[in-house]
């Protein structure tokens, strides 16, 4: 569609997943866009592959979030590729494995909220003077959040629950530069993170909660990502937007 033509995108974690369909529905928009990976150089050169292959434009940058300089080791790497940017998606993040609030170790609460908190509200913060008036952030949270008690995932609900903080106070922030901020929040959605989890029983199970009667699929998420992008959007910012398939009907 060419909507995001002469625009330049940062996906965090966009090696695989839900990162990768976006970076991939950003690129066909017409963005130039910047896959960040931490650890999967293969998987981050499988992505960039795929969008030059659709005829997109698109370069792999690494950096280890969540550990300490991480915001700054991404954005100096984005700095030799290209200049200023227009759209930052925070996407990347990280689950625990947690029966329930017994079972979290000090250790594992503070790796999540290092790299789901943490990396970005720093990511952000670096970005401001690098984001160009009129752009645009996203940050990829959950429907856990709001309205639906999981307690198997407490950590990682709490820790999104502070990214949906941090769209509200930027986007008020940085209204006054045009610069839209957004959360969008997927339900359970299909991806390497679930591997042989979403399967029989349980996939039927996990669909039924959906109003849809599925599981989401990436490109769901892109999708929604897509419109807050682009300038459609230009009216809409400090919102939660519900990508779960109507799970919290």
Known sequence: ???????????????????RAIARRLACDGAHVAVHYGSNARAAAETVGEIEAEGGHAFS???????????????????????????????????????????????????????????????????????????????????????????????????????DVLTSMLAKQLAPRAITVNTVAPGVIDTEIHQGRIVGAAREWLSSLSAMGRVGVPEDVADAVAFLASDDSRWVTGHWMDASGGTLL
């Open 1 to 19: 569609m060419n909507t995001l033509n002469g625009k330049t995108a940062l996906v965090t974690g966009a090696s695989r997943g839900i990162g």
């Open 61 to 163: 940058l690494q950096a280890d979030l969540g550990a300490a300089g991480d915001a700054e080791k991404l954005w100096t790497a984005f700095d030799t590729r290209v200049e200023g940017v227009d759209i930052l998606v925070n996407n990347a993040g990280v689950l625990n494995d947690e029966p329930g609030i017994e079972h979290v170790t000090r250790e594992q609460f503070e790796r999540i909220f290092a790299v789901n908190t943490t990396s970005p509200f720093f990511v952000s913060q670096l970005a401001l003077p690098r984001l160009r008036d009129g752009g645009r952030i996203v940050n990829i949270s959950t429907m856990l959040t709001r309205g639906r008690a999981m307690p198997e995932s407490v950590s990682y609900a709490m820790s999104k629950g502070a990214l």
